[in-house]
């Protein structure tokens, strides 16, 4: 799987929206773009995954570069509840388990 | 409905006790994961499992061993605990969609281990 770089910690207001970057220069071409966010005290949550387009669900939306190099997540009107440590991470799609690297810890500022 | 379970939440126990810990899921899934979270806030996978094959991270001791009883269940036995074994334990599980649609993991609330 690839290895995923993303910055430590960001902060944002309540009710605007979080931008989190990903930088996956060496992903290859059958390998997704996963995000995960794990609040405190519980387990991780899946939030979206894409290829080569951009996504959208009700949690999130994921903008990836046409070289596929970067991505970035997007939470439109983020809440206090949005604090959690976001994962990003890079795979492909297989039955095996996902690795986890270090996140970006956001807070989310009231 | 909780979509993966796990029992129990806590769990302490002494150096050189065997225990288990039990997680199901009622998602239908057919894959199934146990990840270590250790103090360090690192995530770790142990073990995939499905009904054709174990995947096992090579780093796990052989002290670890995933029992699944039916395919809803994948429980995490642990011989001869030690120390080092203290960490947040969460189950998962997953669904394959289709090949290009790739895999959702599911985690459970986790089960805190404490050696001492």
């Known amino acids: 799987d690839a290895k995923t770089t993303q910055p430590p910690s960001m902060d944002c207001a309540e009710g605007r929206a979080a931008n989190l970057p990903c930088n996956h220069s060496t992903i290859s071409g059958n390998e997704y773009v996963y995000w995960y966010r794990q609040i405190h005290s519980q387990g991780p949550q899946y939030i979206i995954h894409g290829l080569k387009n951009n996504e959208t669900n009700e949690m999130a939306s994921l903008i990836i570069t046409e070289d596929r190099k970067s991505s970035t997540l997007i939470l439109p009107h983020a809440t206090l509840r949005d604090t959690a440590v976001y994962y990003c991470i890079v795979k492909m799609v297989s039955a095996d388990g996902l690795t986890f690297g270090k996140g970006t810890h956001l807070i989310i500022q009231p | 409905d909780t979509a993966v379970s796990q029992t129990p939440k806590y769990l302490v126990t002494q150096m050189g006790n065997d225990k288990s810990i039990k997680c199901e899921q009622n998602?239908?899934?057919?894959?199934m994961y146990w990840y270590k979270q250790d103090s360090k806030k690192f995530l770790k996978i142990m073990f995939s499992y499905n009904n054709k094959e174990l995947i096992i991270n090579e780093t796990v001791p052989n002290r670890f061993s995933p029992k699944s009883p039916d395919k809803a269940h994948l429980n995490l036995h642990i011989n001869s605990l030690e120390l080092g074994d203290s960490a947040v334990y969460f189950c998962a599980s997953s669904q394959e969609k289709s090949p290009m649609r790739g895999y959702e993991q599911y985690f459970g609330p986790g089960t805190r281990l404490t050696v001492t």
């Open positions: 998602l239908g899934h057919d894959t």
